[in-house]
Every structure is written in structure tokens, then in C-alpha cells.
């Protein structure tokens, strides 16, 4: 009995030293992606001119992301291995229409960085989280418990409060409302439902492919970069980068913003994959208060009063929606 028992502590000791060191990694993704997330929209307005042509700043961060995860994953000696078992068919299948989706989801976000203020955008950006439960459940057949549907109503409350207050003003941005709503408000929530159909897709894509982040990321940037490609021959980004030159506007600080979404979006990957949708809402309500705290540092500006009402909204939905999530429950055998 009793060298049985010791036997037993052994894996014991072995799953709580994984879970430690995994933990561990959990907890530097996440600080890194809060940073990342809440710092990128005044990193964009900073060193993005307006002259920089938007296709150009989306294909050359999707270049980066493919360049990173191809060194991590020669660090990590799975290349040659992935490589070989890689399928062509299988990255359709599991990356093409999640590829494409993104991309013109960067492209609106990117026309958004622009004429919204920093803490409206990141919190108008939260949408996705309803689109992502939304398309979870019609894809993958998700339910969501009563306490996160009364969340997700408390987060459209909050996008309409910011919708209203954008519009019918001038804001902090300085521009005119239309110019507001219709190149701010309605792209980055355009972009939102696009990005819960990919989450979704994504996930899907995760539990039957087994794609790990590294791959899913080469992939669907690769993806997205013939999309945006093939869409500049008839697009105003593609006569514009043919008239001027791909990297027309550019700096060597136009690189900042580029780079540091593309890390982004490595972040993303591995924080869903070791700590899944938990970890990653408390890393959105985190982004969000250090986007309010660097626009008042850097920018000198309070958020506006429809920011301070919406903002607790907006913590307290996501907050309650990760705290309560659906319960299966269990079949009397």
C-alpha cells in the first residue's frame, strides 16, 4: 500500500510541476498581449502617417507574423517536422476562409485607428466578443448560460452608448460626426462581427485539424496576403501603391506599429492555446484600462463622458461573461 501510494504522488508532482510552468507562460503571454493590445491603437495614430497606404501596413504586418512564428518555430525544432506532414488541402481547409476574413477585418481596423480616439475604439472593439458567441453557438453549437446573454447585452448597452456619443458629437478625434460614424464607428464594428466568425472558424479549426498557434498563424497570414494581393488590381490601395510605390508615406517608425501588431497576434495564438477564452477576456479588460491610462498620459486627454459610462459597462459584461459560462449538464447514468 504504501509504495503504491508513493508511486501515485510521483505523477502527482510531475502535473503540478507542468501546470506551474505552464502557468508561468500563461501569465508573461498575457502581460505581453495587454501591453500589445492596449498601447497599439495610440502606436498607430503615433507613427502611422496618413498618407501610409493602408494595404501596405496590413501586408507588411502579416509578413512579420510569418517571419516570427517560422523563428519560433526553428527554435522550438518543430519546422522540418510540420513541414513535412503540412498539407495544402488541410491549410484550406482549416486557415483559407478564417485567412481572408481577417484580412479585410485589419484593413477595417486600420481605417478605424484613425478617426476614433483610442479608448472609444478599443472599447467599440469588444463587440466581438457578442459576434464570437454569436457564431460560436451557430458553428460549433456553443450555448451560452443566462448570465453571459444578460453580459452580452450589457456590452451592446455600452457600444450603443459610444455609437451615439461619437456620432452626434465631434469627440476627441477633432473630426466631423459623419466622417466619425461612417469611417470610425462603422468599420471597426464591421470588423467585429468578422472577427467572431473567424474566432469561430478558428476554434473549429483548432478542435478538428489540431493546428497548432505557430502554424495556424503562417497559414493564415500567407493566406491573407495573396487576398490582399489579388485585391489591390482592382482596389484604390492597389492604384495608389502602384502610382506612389508600396511603401509610400512610410518611416523607420511606421515599422513600430507594424511589428508590434504582428507580435499581437502571435500573442493571441498562444494565449488561447494554453489558457483559452478566460485568460483572454481578463487580457481584454486589462488592455482596456491601459489604453485609457496611455491616452490621458501621452495624449493629455480625459475620456470623454460617454467613454466613463460605457467603459464599467463594458469591464463588468465581459468580467460576468467569462465568471459564468454554460454548465453541461451531466446524464444520470
Not at 479588460?285 to 470623454?304: N, R, W
Amino acid at each position: 500500500m504504501a509504495a503504491s501510494s508513493k508511486s501515485s504522488s510521483k505523477p502527482k508532482r510531475g502535473i503540478e510541476e507542468i501546470r506551474g510552468s505552464i502557468n508561468k507562460k500563461v501569465l508573461f503571454y498575457s502581460a505581453l498581449l495587454t501591453l500589445q493590445y492596449g498601447a497599439q491603437p495610440l502606436i498607430s495614430k503615433r507613427f502611422v502617417r496618413r498618407e501610409v497606404i493602408v494595404t501596405s501596413s496590413v501586408i507588411a504586418c502579416e509578413v512579420a507574423k510569418v517571419v516570427c512564428a517560422l523563428l519560433l518555430l526553428a527554435r522550438d525544432g518543430n519546422l522540418k517536422k510540420l513541414f513535412k506532414e503540412w498539407t495544402l488541402v488541410g491549410a484550406l481547409t482549416a486557415s483559407g476562409l478564417p485567412a481572408a476574413i481577417y484580412a479585410l477585418q485589419n484593413s477595417l481596423l486600420q481605417i478605424a485607428y484613425r478617426n476614433l480616439d483610442s479608448l472609444t475604439f478599443s472599447i467599440l472593439n469588444q463587440t466581438k466578443l457578442f459576434f464570437t458567441a454569436f457564431f460560436t453557438y451557430i458553428i460549433l453549437r456553443q450555448k451560452q448560460s443566462i448570465q453571459q446573454i444578460g453580459a452580452l447585452f450589457l456590452l451592446i448597452i455600452a457600444a450603443v452608448l459610444l455609437s451615439v456619443g461619437e456620432g452626434s458629437s465631434k469627440g476627441s478625434t477633432g473630426n466631423n460626426p459623419e466622417l466619425v460614424l461612417f469611417y470610425g464607428i462603422v468599420p471597426v464594428l464591421v470588423a467585429s462581427v468578422l472577427s467572431g466568425l473567424a474566432s469561430a472558424l478558428c476554434q473549429w479549426a483548432s478542435q478538428v485539424k489540431k493546428h497548432t498557434s505557430y502554424l495556424m498563424t503562417i497559414e493564415m497570414s500567407v493566406f491573407g496576403t495573396l487576398v490582399l494581393l489579388f485585391s489591390t488590381s482592382k482596389s484604390p490601395d492597389g492604384a495608389a501603391i502602384r502610382q506612389h510605390g508600396f511603401f509610400y508615406g512610410w518611416t523607420a517608425f511606421t515599422w513600430i506599429p507594424v511589428i508590434a501588431n504582428a507580435v499581437g497576434g502571435i500573442l493571441v495564438g498562444l494565449v488561447t492555446s494554453y489558457a483559452g477564452g478566460v485568460r483572454k477576456g481578463f487580457v481584454i479588460v486589462s488592455a482596456l484600462l491601459v489604453t485609457a491610462l496611455l491616452q490621458l498620459i501621452f495624449d493629455g486627454k480625459p475620456p470623454s463622458m460617454y467613454c466613463l459610462v460605457a467603459l464599467p459597462l463594458v469591464i463588468s459584461s465581459i468580467s460576468i461573461y467569462q465568471k459564468y459560462p454554460s454548465r453541461i449538464k451531466k446524464k444520470d447514468a
